[in-house]
T-cell receptor
Framework: EAGVVQSPRYKIIEKKQPVAFWCNPI?????LYWYRQNLGQGPELLIR????????DSQLPKDRFSAERLKGVDSTLKIQPAELGDSAVYLCASRDPGGAGETQYFGPGTRLLVL | SQQGEEDPQALSIQEGENATMNCSYK?????LQWYRQNSGRGLVHLILIRSNEREKHSGRLRVTLDTSKKSSSLLITASRAADTASYFC????????????FGKGITLSVRP
């Protein structure tokens, strides 16, 4: 079974530039999460999708961050414009609705450096 | 905000020794999960314990949960160099509908 796929793995941009991250969850996983992980910290939830609906985006800085999950499969997270403080690892995770249902499966993350 | 707080922040042990990591949290939970993260990688789920459980085992892992003290511990027995990683506890708060809140993590170094 293929895991959660994210791209790119690394991104270096200058501040004020836009950037986008892509995530392909595990097949059949309806729930998709985007997290941000700052250095030395645990992941913090940005947004959660149930199929194509964003059910929890309370932690998403909506002035510069946006996300979409068209057709309820792949998802894209965008930052425009990026700021120095956005440097972090952006993790995507998905959850199996069946079975135990509580475990989240994480992708390798996109490491963003804003200069 | 991060609900879970792990203790210690860093742990260095010799291969073959046991590693004990603790996590405290603040609100009522449905379950508590432990994840491992190797450097530069995503998180890998290790074990889940529900609020009505007190202890669970999985291979060399043993997790306990004390809901009265709002704390959990993860024990790794007979540690190996490959166990070197960061370990995070994550709580699924009651009523949060599978929203996990992670702690800051514990850095475990296992010396060969």
């Amino acid at each position: 079974e293929a895991g959660v796929v994210q791209s790119p793995r690394y991104k270096i941009i200058e501040k004020k530039q836009p950037v986008a991250f892509w995530c392909n969850p595990i097949s059949g996983h309806n729930t998709l999460y985007w997290y941000r992980q700052n250095l030395g910290q645990g992941p913090e939830l940005l947004i959660r999708y149930e199929n194509e609906e964003a059910v929890d985006d309370s932690q998403l800085p909506k002035d510069r961050f946006s996300a979409e999950r068209l057709k309820g499969v792949d998802s894209t997270l965008k930052i425009q414009p990026a700021e120095l403080g956005d440097s972090a690892v952006y993790l995507c995770a998905s959850r199996d609705p069946g079975g135990a249902g509580e475990t989240q499966y994480f992708g390798p993350g996109t490491r963003l450096l804003v200069l | 905000s991060q609900q879970g707080e792990e203790d210690p922040q860093a742990l260095s042990i010799q291969e073959g020794e046991n590693a004990t990591m603790n996590c405290s949290y603040k609100t009522s939970i449905n379950n508590l999960q432990w994840y491992r993260q190797n450097s530069g990688r995503g998180l890998v789920h290790l074990i889940l314990i529900r609020s009505n459980e007190r202890e669970k085992h999985s291979g060399r892992l043993r997790v306990t949960l004390d809901t009265s003290k709002k704390s959990s511990s993860l024990l790794i027995t007979a540690s190996r160099a490959a166990d070197t990683a960061s370990y995070f506890c994550a709580t699924d708060a009651a009523g949060a509908n599978s929203k996990l809140t992670f702690g800051k993590g514990i850095t475990l170094s296992v010396r060969p």
